[in-house]
């Protein structure tokens, strides 16, 4: 079966002046269709990069220089603005990490999930707006007759994740990048977000990327898992196995680093120094391109 998403040897480099930055070296991944492959790892590790190459929106100063992208087996790497936009929204969405950033401060919030209809689907204006009380109704919000007419500062963090949830699954994408969607969220409202993103995806069918540094969202979630370092994936498998049986050193480095609620008398572990300079030894060592006669790194 052809992957939804594959992403082939990517490395992507930030421009600096005269000089440039490896920030992606080399990331293969890909995700079946209905799959969610979860991307974890400490904060700089390359993970919004991922998302945002395959979404196209990299920041002006990254550039890729190699590898490619394929979305349903096309090669949408250096595919022009206008088939972009064709994709984004209809076959790819995003939910992104910050909701109050991400919607417009300025609108009520039913003519901003109207907009995402019209603009996509063709929807006129009549339509939308009914069928933007049923999006709001899925994600769960009461009284959705009341919300369309609220500003986006009216609502709790919780709810405004829950209405860009409903813009993200609007056009029912096959596959969402989702970063870090939970994480500007208080404890109890980032359960209740990530039981709603599972129930839509599971109901839907849809594929995501699910990017995020919590191992608990994780195991909550994800079919498979891939942990990634300085823009390197260190170990991808099922997350069943990951949790049983983490084969790198990293993974079971970032798994004594997080808190168990289960266990709430076991003594957090930071990542050792020497684990975290062995690394980058090898980052080093990749960069000079020793790796391609070292294959014990492969
Ligand atoms: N707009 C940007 N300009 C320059 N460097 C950036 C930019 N965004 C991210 N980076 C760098 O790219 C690397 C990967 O960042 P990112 O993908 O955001 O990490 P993560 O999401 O895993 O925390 C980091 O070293 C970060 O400093
Ligand atoms: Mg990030």
Known sequence: MTPLLNIRNLHVK?????????????????????????LVGESS???????KATLGI?????????????FDGENITHISVKARRRLLGTDIAMIPQDPMTSLNPVFRIGPQI???????????????????????????????????????????????????IAIAFAC????????????????????QVLRLIKELQSALGTAILFVTHDLGVVAKICNRVGVIHAGRILELSSAQNLFKAPAHPYTQALMAATPRYDRPNNALHPVPEALVKHLWDDVRRYDRGDFAKDKSHA
């Open 14 to 38: 930030i421009r600096e002046g005269a000089a440039s930055v490896p920030i992606l070296r080399g990331v293969s991944l890909s995700l079946a269709p209905g799959e969610v492959l979860g």
């Open 45 to 51: 590790a390359g993970k919004t990069m991922i998302g």
């Open 58 to 70: 990299l920041p002006p100063q990254a550039v890729i220089t190699d590898g490619e992208i394929f």
């Open 114 to 164: 109207a907009d995402v209809l019209r603009l996509h689907l063709g929807f006129r204006a009549k339509e939308a707006n009914q069928r933007v009380l049923e999006l709001l109704d899925d994600v769960h919000i009461n009284q959705p007759e009341r919300v369309v007419k609220l500003y986006p500062h009216e609502l709790s963090g919780g709810m405004r994740q829950r209405v860009l």
């Open 172 to 191: 029912r994408p096959r596959l969402i990048i989702a970063d870090e969607p939970t994480t500007a969220l208080d404890v109890t409202v980032q359960r």
